[in-house]
């Protein structure tokens, strides 16, 4: 479901819409029919990956969730976890969802990053 007014407030940006398309290459990781799983373009940590919803449905970020998106964000996270396996990140990973400006958010269609493969600091900064 588009949601252009609140998009209209938002920082111009790319969305993953063309990645999702596959109109923009990106390294798939995993995929199926609801979620895409790819290599970010410029990863903080051995491994980084974007876990997305295809479809975006007004999730330009967590802040936007309605009660309809339990079941999309309740799956991304088992993605995730199924990925971090696949990636063989048997010793830790982190979840990161940037949600905003003070967030540092760059990109409005909800991404959950998946990190791994050096030591996590924290707090993140
Ligand atoms: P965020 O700052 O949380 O919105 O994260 C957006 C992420 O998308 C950043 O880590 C970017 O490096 C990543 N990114 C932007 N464009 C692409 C792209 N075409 N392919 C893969 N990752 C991308």
Redesign the pocket.
Known sequence: MADSETEATEAP??S?D??VKKE????VVYEDDKVLA???????APT?I?IIPKVKDGLS?LSKAEERHVEILGYLLYIAKLVAKQEGLVDGFRI????GDD??????HL?V?LLGGRQMNWPPG
């Open positions: 940006t790319m993953f063309k990645i923009i290459p990106s390294t790819f290599r970010d373009i410029a990863p903080q980084h974007l970020g990161v969802i940037n949600d967030a540092g958010q760059s990109v409005y991404h990053h």
